[in-house]
């Protein structure tokens, strides 16, 4: 009689970095990733407006640690932040760094990865290191906002390792586990500043908007227009398609048309189901962006 299915841990890890303009720069740090055996790439994407890349990539703990420091390291060799100008906040020239549980794996685990290789990116690369979320070391520091207050000329915090001072040119890395979020930024046909950061405070959890709702107004220069940048830290308790609705609606009381929607990184399937089954317009989304799909292309 056959066994069950044994299938190795599986953990994804989507770091930020600052730099979104420079094709050569954010092609290197993915090629550094890659580098790390067992480490598969799913998504890299770069806006130059928020002047940041994303790159998911996901593997064992062992080949998503190792991806993470060559990343991080990569990145402090390339990315000067006394020449980084960008609408999107930050402290670091790898500036957050989330290891998130899928397939196996735990968030204590991913935790103690999160601490691990912060460590390493302290004594090794001089990077003084923040840690976030189920990583962070007290409750204040839990929220990334908090950590990151004050961004890189005049950071709020002191760092967890390292400091006072920042490193002179790659500032801080912030490491931390958190569960699957949904990056999703909504943009508005305006260049109206106001009504994007208008929205936002309607929206988020903070101002006691939506549940589970992260938001922020942001203006996009190169395409003439401003966004609703927000990240959906629990999908099920607030839909993505909720979130949208709610956008539109109150955009329309400004008068203001939606222009269109950007995901960053990938979704789970089930909030792209989910969705769908309630507003016909997500049947369509793309399925390239859904992160089981992405794992399974990959032989994960």
Known sequence: MAGPLITSPLIECVPNF????DATTVNAI???????????????EMDPDHNRAVITFAGSPEAVAEGAFRGIAE?????????????????????VVPFVPLRGAGM????????????????????????????????????????????????????????????????????????????????LNTEDLGVARAIARRIRASSGGLAAVKAMGVAL??????????????????PIDRVLNTV???????????????????????????AASREPEWKTFDGHLILEDRIASAGL
């Open 75 to 95: 990145a402090v060799e390339r990315i000067d932040l006394r020449l980084h100008k960008g609408v999107h906040p930050r402290i670091g020239a790898a500036d």
């Open 108 to 187: 204590e685990q991913c935790a103690g990865i999160a601490r691990r290789v912060g460590q390493a990116v302290w004594e090794r690369l001089g990077v003084p290191v923040y840690f976030y979320e189920a990583a962070a070391r007290s409750p204040e520091r839990a929220p990334l906002e908090n950590v990151r207050r004050g961004g890189f000329e005049s950071p709020a915090l002191p760092p967890d390792l390292g400091g006072p001072d920042l490193h002179p040119s790659a500032g801080a890395s912030i490491l931390g586990a958190r569960p699957l979020l949904i990056a999703f930024n909504v943009n």
């Open 30 to 44: 993915e090629r550094a990733i890659a580098s790390a055996p067992g480490a598969f790439v799913l998504r890299s």
């Open 221 to 238: 220069p190169s395409r003439g227009c401003v966004q609703v940048s927000m990240n959906l830290t629990d999908f099920e308790r607030t």
């Open 248 to 274: 539109r609606e109150l955009a329309d009381r400004h008068g203001v048309a939606v222009a269109g929607t950007q995901t960053v990184g990938l979704v789970p399937r089930k909030a792209i189901e989910d």
């Open 18 to 21: 600052s730099e979104g303009r």
